[in-house]
């Protein structure tokens, strides 16, 4: 029965390139394509009805998501506060098991934070707060950002954004 729900397991997860070691359990895989499988995972399973992390406090990081929040001018609802609020305490609990994200060269095509965003210095320190300030760390956030329909509804971000991508092609 363990070994069909395992591989029934590596079905699921193959797509995103992440792979299941047989002897030891552990996921391996590039670590961006790990945590959107775990974002994805834990938000279809709890979808913000209960705090599932034990070792990260709720409050400290609702704190955390409300400085984004007011960083990038964002009037978030209380879902939306939740689903970012899961993926800053997946990440930190990613990074202290030692699983780090590297800032990959593509990125730059779809982001340029350091010009798009003038907050960008005191949305660093949110991140160097939580112990995840390396540009990986950042850079895949943000990206992640946006793909968040929020953040288009601030048109002086929207149209930073957009602008970039355009001249990108």
């Known amino acids: 029965t363990i070994r069909r729900l395992l591989k029934m397991f590596q079905e699921i997860v193959e797509p995103y390139q992440i792979y299941l070691t047989r002897e030891t359990f552990i996921i391996d895989g590039k670590e961006s394509q790990i945590r959107l499988f775990i974002y994805i995972i834990f938000w279809k399973v709890y979808r913000g009805?209960?705090?599932p992390f034990e070792t990260i406090s709720q409050k400290?990081?609702?704190?955390?998501?409300d400085k984004v929040a007011t960083i990038l001018n964002l009037n978030l609802t209380a879902i939306h506060k939740q689903q970012i609020a899961y993926i800053l305490a997946i990440n930190i609990i990613r990074v202290r098991k030692k699983h780090f994200i590297e800032k990959e060269d593509r990125w730059d095509h779809n982001i340029n934070i350091e010009?798009?965003?003038?907050?960008y210095k005191k949305f660093k320190a949110i991140f160097e707060d939580m112990n995840m300030g390396s540009d990986g760390e950042i850079s895949f956030f943000y990206l992640i950002m946006e793909t968040r329909p929020k953040i288009y509804e601030v048109k002086e971000i929207s149209d930073r954004i957009m602008n970039y991508h355009k001249k990108q092609n």
């Open 49 to 51: 009805a209960t705090w």
């Open 60 to 65: 400290l990081i609702n704190k955390h998501v």
């Open 115 to 119: 010009e798009d965003y003038s907050g």
